[in-house]
């Protein structure tokens, strides 16, 4: 699949002229969080983002839109079980797949991009290893197209390791800001800036969703997918750990897509695919983790 990817990418990024970018953050969307910006505000789903038709969201609305987006996938999947329409494993990860594609039409359909998403898409639901994810290991699938510095490479790895070591999401959060102040005094390349700050929202913002409120929407989820599957695979497992790893996944899945994204279609390419796939991977993970299968 990846070597499917890799064709596209060069036919498509052959032909097509990159963007300028323009993405350093203004004041309006520094990384720091704003007195009405809380942890609350990062892990509710509901939060409003404006369809942007250039595609020109910034990375907090990134984010924003891939908690909206969990929130969408859940409630398509409670619908769809609801009318017992998911009897299988492979019922739910084909309308987990689709409400993901669906939700990711209505904010960054390109149709230049259409057939990349759901190629990659397709490849989230099928093939990901049981191995812990590492955010940095995302940009291993294009490293060699994408050659991605030393410096963005290490505050990825700090941003896995802040992840890993803290325990509290407050502290989490406290830390990879401070790591993205430094990330945005060192990193000089306009697109690895992009990408970091990208990777680093989503990041920020899954895990929000998924442990704030005393891990509310895991608790949902786990419910969920528990009841689908008939509960046969039921286990409580460490909640904290688990949001740890599901949020790690999304940002890995931000990585992928993100870097992909941007070889065929530079900054909107980057933001149409990374969200997508990070959002996938989402999906994919809660319904691993709560033991699905």
Same mark, same amino acid.
């Not at 870097?259 to 319904?287: D, E, M, Q, T």
């Given at each position: ?8 990418i $060069?036919?498509l @990024? ?5 963007e300028e ?6 004041? *309006?969307? +520094?990384l &720091? %969080?704003?007195k009405?910006?809380s942890?609350q505000a990062?892990?509710?789903?509901s ?12 990375p907090v609305?990134?984010g924003?839109l891939?908690?909206?987006?969990l929130?969408y996938?859940?409630e ?6 609801l009318l ?5 494993q492979?019922?739910f990860l084909?309308l987990?797949?689709?409400a ?28 990901q290893?049981?191995n812990?994810?590492?955010i ?6 294009y490293?060699?197209? $994408?050659?991605? @510095?030393d410096?963005?490479?290490?505050f990825l ?6 992840? *890993?070591? +803290?325990? &509290? %999401?407050?502290?989490?959060i406290?830390a ?8 945005l ?22 895990l929000?969703?998924w ?5 509310k929407?895991l ?11 008939g ?13 740890k ?32 796939n ?16």
């Amino acid at each position: 699949m990846l070597l499917l990817l890799a064709v596209f990418i $060069f036919g498509l @990024s052959g032909c097509q002229e990159k963007e300028e970018l323009k993405i350093r953050p203004s004041e *309006d969307t +520094t990384l &720091k %969080l704003e007195k009405d910006f809380s942890i609350q505000a990062m892990a509710a789903g509901s939060i409003s983002v404006p369809i942007r038709q250039d595609l020109a969201y910034t990375p907090v609305e990134i984010g924003i839109l891939h908690n909206q987006g969990l929130d969408y996938v859940k409630e398509r999947i409670e619908q769809e079980a609801l009318l017992e329409n998911i009897s299988s494993q492979e019922d739910f990860l084909a309308l987990a797949q689709q409400a993901t594609l669906d939700f990711s039409d209505i904010y960054v359909y390109h149709e230049d991009f259409q057939e990349f998403k759901v190629a990659l898409l397709s490849n989230t639901f099928t093939s990901q290893s049981d191995n812990p994810p590492s955010i940095e290991s995302g940009l291993d699938a294009y490293a060699e197209e $994408f050659q991605a @510095s030393d410096i963005l490479r290490q505050f990825l790895s700090r941003l896995d390791s802040i992840i *890993d070591n +803290t325990d &509290k %999401l407050a502290a989490i959060i406290e830390a990879i800001e401070t790591n993205d102040a430094v990330a945005l005094s060192q990193l000089s390349a306009e697109h690895e800036i992009f990408l970091y700050l990208g990777i680093s929202e989503v990041a920020k913002h899954s895990l929000s969703y998924w442990m704030a409120n005393d891990y509310k929407n895991l608790r949902e989820w786990k419910v969920l997918i528990n009841s689908i599957s008939g509960g046969n695979n039921m286990h409580w497992a460490d909640e904290r750990e688990v949001a740890k790893r599901v949020g790690k996944e999304d940002a890995e899945g931000m990585v992928i897509g993100g870097v992909a994204g941007f070889l065929v279609g530079g900054p909107k390419g980057a933001c149409l695919v990374g969200l997508a796939n990070g959002l996938g991977r989402s999906a994919f993970k809660a319904a691993k983790e709560f033991g699905f299968w």
